[in-house]
């Protein structure tokens, strides 16, 4: 058995032909398509992590009696490796992405893994597939680092047994339409809500995402491309959105820009988004606010003209100008229902950092080698 901090690159035959890898690559749509392999690491009780391994995109056979099915231990991230203008292949923050992981898997009582070991399997599952790291502006290959409980047992505990996956998907922009990056509708619900206080809203675990679903679909019915979550208690509080977190920008008195956002309460997603566009702004010299944020000032100050913009930001969406907040009863206009110019001047900036097109002030990125 192989032991802990290696993944052995088992397979690294090209199972789909290279016409039809172009072919794909052309339109890509968001994880449609997969790639050739997959990262695998096998866990339990007594070896720990183990057996890590590169072996071809397949199906799992499993049984059926697998904890996972039955009690939701399930945890996963989100990353994209980019393609630099040397033909360099980068991840952006991956140690982030690590660390929450570990932060989910410890809510979910499920067993840390070890940062290199993560980071190893993403850089060594891209190195694979580096034909499918796109070359087409603003496309991507995103990284789906997941871990389920994979024990056959119906008793109620914490599994024994885990696997560790990596899967691997060429994407285009989430909001398939954006070419010209126009701004998104979102929904705020006032019948569902997505975490509790000591719930699991700092995690990302399936099944936040599964409770999610029915307030996706009812943002859709109301034209809305995504859902604006608030507080559990009292529904006053915004809290994210159904894949990203949200921002404002607004001016003060003195007509400094403002950058605000909800603070991280632990039942939000501490996004890696959110974290580098808040090092963004500081760093322009804006002012940043992490607060409370009351849903009806926010709508107020929108409708009076003091807030100007606001956009999402997240791995798969990047950020994306918000030109709509609806309700039931209410639809407020955002910077004209257009993409705002402090946000996709932000917009462009991380996006430059990400694709490696100018320096990487911050050590953002990683280089896969
Ligand atoms: N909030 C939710 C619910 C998400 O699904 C995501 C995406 O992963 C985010 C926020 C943003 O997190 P990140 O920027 O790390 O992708
Ligand atoms: C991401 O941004 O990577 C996410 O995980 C969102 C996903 C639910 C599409």
Same mark, same amino acid.
């Given at each position: 058995?192989? *032991?802990?901090?290696?993944?052995?690159?088992?397979?690294?035959?090209?199972?789909?032909?290279?016409?039809?890898?172009?072919?794909?690559?052309?339109?890509?749509?968001?994880?449609?398509?997969?790639?050739?392999?997959?990262?695998?690491?096998?866990? !339990?009780?007594?070896?720990?992590?183990?057996?890590? &391994?590169?072996?071809?995109?397949?199906?799992?056979?499993?049984?059926?009696?697998?904890?996972?099915?039955?009690?939701? &231990?399930?945890?996963?991230?989100?990353?994209?490796?980019?393609?630099?203008?040397?033909? !360099?292949?980068?991840?952006?923050?991956?140690?982030?992405?690590?660390?929450?992981?570990?932060?989910?898997?410890?809510?979910?009582?499920?067993?840390?893994?070890?940062?290199?070991?993560?980071?190893q399997a993403c850089d060594k599952l891209v190195l694979t597939d580096r034909n499918w790291v796109p070359q087409i502006e603003g496309q991507s290959l995103y990284l789906r680092p997941f871990m389920i409980a994979s024990?056959?047992?119906?008793?109620?505990?914490?599994?024994?047994?885990?696997?560790?996956?990596?899967?691997?998907?060429?994407?285009?922009?989430?909001?398939?339409?954006?070419?010209?990056?126009?701004?998104?509708?979102?929904?705020?619900?006032? *019948?569902?809500?997505?975490?509790?206080?000591?719930?699991?809203?700092?995690? *990302?675990?399936?099944?936040?995402?599964?409770?999610?679903?029915?307030?996706?679909?009812?943002?859709?019915?109301?034209?809305? &491309?995504?859902?604006?979550?608030?507080?559990?208690?009292?529904? *006053?509080?915004?809290?994210?959105?159904?894949?990203?977190?949200?921002?404002?920008?607004?001016?003060? @008195?003195?007509?400094?820009?403002?950058? @605000?956002?909800?603070?991280?309460?632990?039942?939000?997603? !501490?996004?890696? @988004?959110?974290?580098?566009?808040?090092?963004?702004?500081?760093?322009?010299?804006?002012?940043?606010?992490?607060?409370?944020?009351?849903? !009806?000032?926010?709508?107020e100050k929108i409708s009076s003209g003091q807030i100007t913009e606001a956009f999402s930001c997240g791995t798969a969406v990047t950020i994306s100008p918000i030109g709509s907040?609806?309700?039931?009863?209410?639809?407020?206009?955002?910077?004209?229902?257009?993409?705002?110019?402090?946000?996709?001047?932000?917009?462009?900036?991380?996006?430059?950092?990400?694709?490696?097109?100018?320096?990487?002030?911050?050590?953002?990125?990683?280089?896969?080698?």
């Open positions: 058995m192989d *032991k802990l901090n290696t993944i052995f690159v088992k397979s690294d035959v090209e199972c789909i032909p290279g016409e039809k890898r172009e072919e794909i690559l052309k339109n890509p749509g968001f994880g449609i398509s997969f790639t050739d392999h997959m990262a695998l690491v096998k866990y !339990d009780r007594q070896n720990g992590w183990h057996d890590g &391994q590169i072996v071809g995109h397949q199906d799992l056979n499993v049984s059926p009696a697998m904890m996972v099915f039955h009690y939701g &231990q399930a945890i996963f991230e989100g990353m994209k490796a980019y393609r630099t203008p040397e033909n !360099d292949l980068v991840l952006f923050r991956p140690e982030k992405n690590a660390q929450r992981f570990n932060r989910s898997a410890i809510r979910m009582a499920m067993p840390e893994i070890d940062e290199e070991l993560f980071i024990e056959a047992h119906i008793g109620l505990r914490a599994a024994n047994k885990y696997l560790f996956l990596i899967i691997a998907s060429p994407v285009a922009p989430f909001f398939q339409s954006i070419s010209d990056v126009p701004a998104i509708s979102i929904f705020a619900t006032d *019948k569902y809500v997505r975490a509790v206080d000591g719930g699991t809203g700092m995690a *990302k675990c399936a099944g936040n995402y599964a409770a999610s679903l029915i307030a996706k679909d009812e943002a859709q019915e109301n034209d809305c &491309q995504d859902v604006l979550w608030r507080d559990a208690k009292e529904r *006053k509080y915004i809290e994210e959105m159904g894949t990203s977190n949200i921002c404002f920008i607004s001016r003060d @008195t003195s007509g400094n820009v403002e950058l @605000t956002t909800p603070v991280l309460d632990g039942s939000l997603l !501490d996004g890696i @988004t959110r974290d580098s566009i808040l090092t963004l702004a500081k760093s322009r010299g804006y002012i940043v606010k992490e607060e409370k944020l009351i849903f !009806d000032e926010i709508i907040i609806v309700t039931s009863a209410t639809k407020t206009i955002v910077s004209d229902g257009k993409a705002g110019e402090i946000t996709m001047s932000l917009r462009q900036e991380l996006i430059d950092i990400q694709f490696g097109r100018t320096e990487d002030k911050f050590g953002w990125r990683h280089n896969i080698k």
